[in-house]
């Protein structure tokens, strides 16, 4: 019946029994819808697939048994990617591409669609049919367990690469799961604490990135997240999933939920979330009550499963683009997109990229050359189909020209770890160039697990130290889940933030440091000097299940620009091997004023002596906006690329969100300022053109009055005063300059408007009439 294509999913729903609709808006097992074979309703099959399908055959294959389907969520939720004692044993391998974390830094929509491509042919060969990503929560503080999955600090990178990678998988039939809705940035207690933010942090920053995505794209699902959201269950949350998502975006895709984050099924169901994932027999149980005892509204139930059937309609109509999956192929994806998105931190005196030919002896120092981290720990972690190791592939640029050394990071007791590091400075002395493999402490990140410091491993602190005396090539490669602190940052010559590279790391970096690849990743978000600088750091995590996000909308760079505080790489910073000039900024518009666009075109010039990319950035900053407003923000990007010499015309479109701020006070978005200066940059800290634009504001009407607005406030209006005055005319039955005598003794108070009438006329007036006054005042009534 239900896969006629002529039958309607309302008579499809009409049969069903209210066991049969409870079933559908559950989950079978860990990984599946339900299905109902009298409906000839077939389940689909999903996984998590951030930047690689995790397709485990005991996982979506367990089922019925709740107490081993528990058992094997746990399994996913805690492993750890560092672990080598088999946890990939029943899991397929697939492409590890690089982490969000890395992908960000790529600023590169094209690359990110292809990626999507990819997966969604992996998901086909598997079976699958729902990939659970991307994960665009807003990388608010480097210290976040999960930071690794997302793109950005900035709601624009989140939103369009977001968008890139849907489009490269529904593009190719498979459905993607925008997640997670919203707020989800600690890993402390993830399910009890609740992200308090203010409406205005919501709208501008932690929701925008969705909003956007969800234009430009049109995900088959969103997961609501594990946090409450200022006191309620993300999954049970009808002002996010209902009254924002649903009503005000228009999403019309099917919500679900993150594995076993509702509390109440029936309240999450009349908040918005029509898919409870995984099964869970207590919650079906919930439900089932509520439908018969009239708890949950039956047409909200209807509608719920209209929503989940049509989804699976979706699923089956779907085909695949590709015969099968090329591994081979998608390694070599995997390799070109770590290389376009490490982010080259520091060349001093040019000593990168190596050359080979006048290279003799190169040192390489560190495990991570030889056991290379590519990806962190968690729901998301991916069974690699290959792996580049650093080292073999910098041995492979060797080719017989010059030797190769390698050392292990220094481990062991302090005394042990001393003498092993004056061995490595001895052998540097006789190499041509050093190059150190260092990473963020081990165990300190991941799904469950925030990090609770920056540094990175002790030992190799010490031995970076000790380096920067002996040689005067020394190169550091970083690998972290996100931002580390680097107290030997001014003592190196070059350093490379490869964060999480993905299965084609290693080839990656050794083009970089070869020159092979001319480095053009930009970082997506700030690296501060220590962790004290973190936006929000005197409130986080938070105190008895609230975690209260103090900074509001001045998250990453928009605070360190508020305060100005020198960050150690600001947003959008990236090197190259080649130089870019700006030329001849242009703006189309003469004005900026309400609901309007404009188009800003530059030029971009490669100036150097190589080819390169360079990642464009568009700020706009406010001039005089009445509220505070962030000194800049980014508001559209490109990657151009360039051969030497070459020049290019480049045009970025701003609509008129791109200039408005959101006001709480009327609950919309609003255009206000004296001007706007639109900026081109290299980085938040590095703005090459700039041209002000005045701006004509939106007439703005008054805030409401109400009983405890002060009288000032109130008399501040001349419209509302001379109402006020002719009000109290006829109520005291005085003359006009009597009424205008009183309404002069009170315009100054502070008190509200009945109060401090009472203290000069006592009870002659009655509340009740002061109350309708200021109604028919807000309603413009008032004759």
């Known amino acids: 019946m239900f896969q006629d294509a002529k039958v309607a999913v309302a008579d499809v729903i009409a049969t069903m029994t209210d066991e049969e609709k409870v079933d559908i808006l559950s989950g079978r097992g860990l990984w599946k ?11 689909v099959i999903m ?31 805690n492993q750890d990617a560092d672990d080598d004692t088999g946890m990939f044993g029943t899991t397929l391998p697939a492409t590890c591409f690089p982490n969000g974390n890395l992908i960000g830094c790529s600023w590169d929509y094209d690359l990110t669609y292809r990626m999507g ?3 969604a042919a992996e998901c086909h060969q598997m079976g699958v049919q729902l990939l659970l990503g991307p994960g665009i929560n807003t990388r608010r503080t480097p210290l976040a367990g999960r930071a690794y999955e997302y793109y950005s600090e900035d709601p624009v990178i989140n939103g369009d690469l977001a968008a890139a990678l849907i489009s490269g998988l529904q593009d190719h039939g498979i459905g993607a799961s925008l997640k997670h809705f919203a707020c989800n940035n600690s890993e402390i207690d993830r399910t ?54 649903r009503q005000e975006w228009g999403y019309d895709g099917l919500v679900v939920s993150d594995w076993h984050a509702i509390k109440d099924r029936p309240v999450s169901l009349a908040a918005g979330t029509e898919l409870d994932m995984p099964e869970s027999k207590p919650r079906k149980a919930q439900l089932l009550t509520a439908l018969k005892t009239g708890e949950v509204d039956r047409q909200a139930v209807d509608a719920a499963c209209g929503r989940m059937l049509d989804f699976v309609r979706k699923c089956l109509a779907a085909k695949p683009t590709v015969p099968g999956a090329d591994l081979d192929r998608h390694h070599a994806l995997a390799r070109d997109i770590a290389a376009e998105s490490i982010v080259l931190l520091k060349n001093e005196k040019a000593v990168l990229p190596l050359d080979p030919a006048t290279t003799k002896h190169l040192l390489i120092v560190g495990d991570g050359a030889v056991k290379p981290q590519i990806q962190g720990s968690g729901s998301a972690t991916t069974n690699p189909y290959l792996v580049d190791i650093p080292l073999s592939q910098i041995e492979a ?130 690296m501060p000097v220590r962790i004290e600088d973190i936006p929000g750091w005197h409130s986080y995590p938070g105190e008895h299940g609230r975690h209260l996000y103090s900074e509001g909308i001045f998250v990453g760079y928009r605070y360190y620009d508020l305060k100005k505080v020198a960050p150690a790489f600001p947003f959008g910073h990236g090197l190259s091997f080649t130089t870019f000039g700006y030329e001849n900024l242009a703006i189309d518009a003469s004005v900026i004023s309400p609901g309007s666009s404009c188009n800003v075109t530059l030029t971009i010039r490669n100036t150097g002596m190589v080819p390169g990319k360079e990642i464009v950035q568009i700020y706009v900053r406010p001039v005089a906006p009445g509220l505070k407003r962030p000194i800049r923000e980014l508001k559209a990007f490109a990657k151009i690329a360039l051969q030497p010499g070459e020049s290019r015309s480049v045009t970025f479109s701003l609509a008129p969100r791109d200039f408005q701020h959101f006001d709480t006070s009327r609950g919309s978005w609003v255009l206000q300022a004296e001007a706007f200066v639109i900026e081109a940059a290299a980085s938040s800290r590095d703005i090459r053109l700039s041209q ?35 009000f109290i005319a006829e109520k005291l039955a005085v003359s006009d300059d009597e009424a205008r005598i009183i309404t002069e003794k009170i315009r100054g108070s502070f008190l509200g408007f009945h109060e401090s009438l009472s203290w000069f006329i006592g009870d002659s007036i009655s509340r009740d009439d002061g109350v309708k006054l200021l109604s028919d005042l807000n309603n413009g009534t008032c004759g």
């Open 33 to 43: 819808t339900a299905s109902i074979a009298r409906l000839n309703i077939p389940s």
């Open 47 to 77: 996984t998590d697939g951030t930047y690689g399908v995790r397709y485990s055959t005991t996982q979506i294959d367990a089922g019925d048994d709740d107490e081993d389907s528990l058992q094997q969520f746990l399994a996913v939720v």
């Open 397 to 526: 640029r060797a080719a017989g020209r010059f030797v190769v050394e390698h050392l292990p990071s220094p481990d062991g007791t302090a005394m042990e770890i001393e003498a092993h590091v004056a061995r490595i400075c001895e052998r540097a002395r006789d190499a041509d160039a050093v190059i150190v493999f260092a990473e963020n402490e081990k165990g300190r990140n991941g799904e469950g697990n925030d990090r609770d410091t920056l540094d990175i491993v002790a030992a190799q602190n010490a031995v970076i130290a000790a380096l920067a005396g002996v040689t005067d090539k020394l190169v550091v490669v970083l690998t972290m889940p996100d931002a580390v602190e680097m107290p030997w940052l001014e003592t190196v010559h070059a350093a490379l933030a490869c964060f999480y590279p993905g299965q084609g790391g290693g080839e990656a970096i050794a083009r970089i440091l070869f020159g092979e690849q001319n480095p053009c990743g930009k970082l997506s978000a700030t």
């Open 192 to 245: 009890n604490t609740s992200s308090d933010v203010s409406e205005r942090a919501l709208r501008e920053i932690y929701l925008a990135g969705f909003e956007r995505a969800i234009a430009r794209s049109a995900p088959w699902t969103v997961m609501s997240a594990y946090n409450p959201v200022n006191g309620v269950q993300a999954a049970e949350n009808h002002w996010l999933l209902t009254q924002v998502l």
């Open 117 to 119: 491509q990819a997966l």
């Open 692 to 726: 002000v634009v005045p701006c004509r504001s939106e007439p703005l009407g008054r805030p409401a009055f109400t009983e405890h607005s002060p009288t000032s406030a109130i008399l501040g209006d001349a419209a509302a005063a001379e109402t006020v005055r002719a």
